[in-house]
């Protein structure tokens, strides 16, 4: 009997885990644009993105590289969340390195959150990638 309630414990405490993700991503990141602005001299100023919801762990993104627009989907699990590009402009212009680096930041990703007012990216090691501001 005890096996039992400490096994249901753990799953219970982990679909908490999974919704406290899921509520954050929701109510504090989810539907607002975010810019690079001149916090990060390796990326382009201009660089934005935007997170919308389409299912409860799933969500479409898009944004602006610094030269092209680009869309993709991500996945929400109890400890990452995983972006995948689907489509991106083909122009070129004088930020197309920074523009691959913005890009790259966002494929890297494993975790979002929210820290002195600007959304942080970083990677499953908890190493930052870049901040963006809400605009």
């Not at 996945?75 to 390195?97: A, H, M, P, Q, R």
Request: a positive charge; one cysteine or more; aromatic letters at 14%.
């Amino acid at each position: 009997m005890k096996k039992i309630i400490i096994i249901s414990s753990l799953i219970f405490s982990g679909c908490v885990v999974v919704n406290k993700t899921f509520w954050l991503l929701k109510n504090d990141i989810v539907g607002h644009n975010w810019i690079v602005g001149n916090n990060v001299k390796d990326l382009p100023s201009d660089a934005t993105i935007k997170l919308t919801k389409n299912f409860k762990f799933k969500g479409k993104f898009s944004g602006f590289g610094g030269c092209n627009q680009f869309k993709g989907e991500y996945t929400v699990t109890s400890l990452y969340i995983n972006f995948k590009l689907k489509e991106i402009g083909k122009k070129s212009c004088k930020n197309i390195e920074k523009e691959k680096r913005f890009i790259n930041n966002i494929l890297s990703t494993n975790h979002l959150y929210i820290q002195n007012y600007r959304l942080v990216f970083s990677t499953e090691n908890h190493k930052e990638l870049m901040k963006l501001f809400r605009y």
